[in-house]
């Protein structure tokens, strides 16, 4: 099966879910219609990492699936935050209206909130989940993903994002810096996951951390190329937008086809890394050579 086909499959099976296991009691029905609109779409890719990682440890698909849920759920409040007028102001996203377009601003506020808040709550409070990994592993994961999204993760990385927007003379260290507190810690942190909740061993988990974390300033410097090469249509979102709003992207400062060559060299290095353990992380392999070859 292809990588695009199991991304498909993983997505499907990722929103079935969400949309299942989100209740409707007590909560206002716009809420939940933009909630479920904001969690629609897009690649589910950190799921699928997830799910390839926790494979290699033999743990099979349905026993993760609420925790899968729930980091797509979080991945997408940050997308919804990040699309109001306030940080990106953009009004496309997952090839439809961002939700701020759709539903206005102050629920994409608000939905935002509640996708973060209910994310954790789909794993944390899953019974089955629990039962099969207990309360010290979904606290080690719950660590996890706080520290990908907190001061110095994802938050960290936006207000560096918008602080060095229009602004000359940011450094490439700089720049990759934000890259990987605004992206490529999140993207790490369902390989953790999978390694936490599958008993790897801390050579494991440190050559993991290390393979995630270049795999994540992969997905940001091609996403930034793409940006630049590629039709709004194609990518789901306006494209151009980096250079329109003054963002410090490595392809600013380093131009398009550099910027490549390091994304490739960063690559080789995690391809390297992970191919020193023994275990059979192809799946992980496959999942990340499409993050640098992707199109969209």
Known sequence: MFVEEILEKNAQLIENFMVNHLTKEGVPPILWESVIYGAMGGKKLRASLLFATAGAYRIEEERVLPLAAGIEMIHSFSLVHDDLPCIDNDDFRRGKPSLHRAFGEAMGVLAGDALLVEGLRMFVENEEFLRNFGWRKTVAVMQVLLRALGNQGMVGGQVLDLLYQGKEGVQEEDILDMYRRKTAFFIQAPILCGSILGDASKKEQKVLAQFGLLVGECFQIKDDILDVIQES????????????????????????????????????????????????????????????????
């Open 233 to 296: 249509t194609r990518l789901g979102k306006t494209a151009g937008k980096d250079l329109a709003q003054g963002k410090a992207t490595l392809v600013r400062v380093r131009g398009t086809q550099e910027a490549e060559k390091i994304m490739q060299d960063k690559f080789q290095t995690a391809y390297r890394i992970l191919e020193s353990l023994s275990r059979d992380f192809s799946l992980l392999l496959a999942l990340s050579h499409f993050v640098v070859t992707r199109e969209y």
